[in-house]
């Protein structure tokens, strides 16, 4: 089979993550690289050997010059709306950078103009494809405590990024707790129903506005999901997959975001305290594309079976929807109802 060939869109930071995979992965050739620095374009073009691959600064122009099959964006938020309309106006699938958009109403318009063109739309949710993640997944989902009924995630990093992300609005709910949000989706299987939460921004904070957050959502199967977070927080990080905590009627399990799992389950029925039963975790499955390469690998191959890819933004959007939803809510002080997405 021919490989797709593909233009990639903002080539800062996080490009060199699509890159490396990238250059592993025979089904996919790059035929351009855009930036509206075109220095960064060509950077990349260097760094990753991509001799056959076009710079430029304007991405319709490009895919009117090399006719690709896909394009990969990771541009920053505001940009996905116009790089999406721009692709599917040119007929090329897409695979875009967290967050889908930076609103829900672009996020729309993006579902829109990808079910018109009738093409793939899909967002890198790489903590997705995380075999600790699986593995706690298939614990939860195999009712090792049994149902669940509770779970909570603390997210605390102090981190010194520079950049946009200290001007941004937001910054911690929509550039990072849509990874924590998805992921309270995958691990427990349910969407949001409605939300209370609080943003605010501590004082010594080097970021302009809201690092740091909490947020109380209802999730179907009457599951309470609790998050805490920030990203102005000096020692004790967790990781960046965060550190939780799922209660069921029939045990807990504590999960530190890389190997570290805990499992009680109640042993008895006498007692103030119910005897308890350490379980002992399954090995961490085996996965051959991980991260980024995993959302990538995902992507390229519902081309060629037609199956839709799990990070397709007509589920992805249920995750942004929770962003948006906890950001209106700390906004109003009120509980915010999030309508079923389809
Ligand atoms: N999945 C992850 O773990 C992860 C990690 C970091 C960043 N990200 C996401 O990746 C995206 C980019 O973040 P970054 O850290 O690489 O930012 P960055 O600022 O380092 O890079 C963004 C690049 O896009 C270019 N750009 C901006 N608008 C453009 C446009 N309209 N057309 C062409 N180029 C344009 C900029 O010039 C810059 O080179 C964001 O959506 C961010 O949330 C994801």
């Not at 001007?167 to 409605?194: E, K, Q, S």
Request: one cysteine or more.
């Amino acid at each position: 089979m021919k490989p797709y060939r593909y233009v990639l869109v903002g080539c800062g930071g996080i490009s060199g993550a699509w890159l490396k995979p990238l250059a592993e992965m025979p089904e996919a050739v790059c035929a351009g690289l855009v930036d509206i620095n075109r220095d960064a374009a060509e950077r990349r073009k260097q760094e990753f050997g991509l001799t056959d691959a076009v710079t430029g600064t304007h991405l319709a122009s490009m895919l009117r010059k090399v006719k690709p099959a896909l394009v990969f964006d990771c541009t920053v938020p505001e940009a996905h709306i116009k790089v999406a309309r721009t692709a599917f106006a040119a007929g090329c699938h897409v695979l875009c950078e967290k967050p889908l958009a930076d609103t829900m109403a672009h996020a729309a318009t993006m579902l829109k103009a990808a079910a018109a063109a009738d093409r793939v739309h899909a967002i890198i949710q790489n903590r997705r494809f995380d075999p600790h993640a699986r593995r706690v997944q298939s614990l939860l989902h195999d009712g090792v405590i049994g149902r669940l009924h509770t779970v909570y995630s603390d997210f605390f990093i102090g981190a010194h990024f520079g950049g946009f992300r200290d001007r941004m609005l937001h910054v911690l709910l929509l550039d990072m707790a849509i990874h924590t949000f998805d992921a309270a989706r995958l691990l427990t299987g349910c969407d949001p129903v409605a939300v209370l939460a609080h943003e605010w921004n501590p004082p010594g904070s080097w970021y302009d506005h809201h690092a740091s957050a909490s947020a109380q959502f209802e999730m179907t199967n009457s599951v309470v999901y609790g998050y805490r977070g920030s990203w102005c927080s000096e020692g004790l990080n967790t990781t960046w997959e965060s550190a939780w905590r799922f209660i069921g009627d029939q045990g807990s399990m504590s999960w530190d975001g890389r190997d570290g799992v805990r499992i009680q389950q109640v042993s008895g029925t006498e007692g103030f305290i119910r005897p308890l039963a350490d379980i002992e975790p399954p090995p961490v499955p085996a996965m051959t594309w991980q991260g980024h390469g995993g959302v990538i690998h995902d992507f390229l191959e519902s081309l060629g079976s037609g199956k839709q890819p799990e990070t397709v933004s007509t589920d992805n959007v249920k995750s942004l929807a929770m962003v948006h939803a906890a950001i209106k809510s700390a906004g109003s002080g009120r509980r915010v109802v999030i309508p079923p997405l389809a």
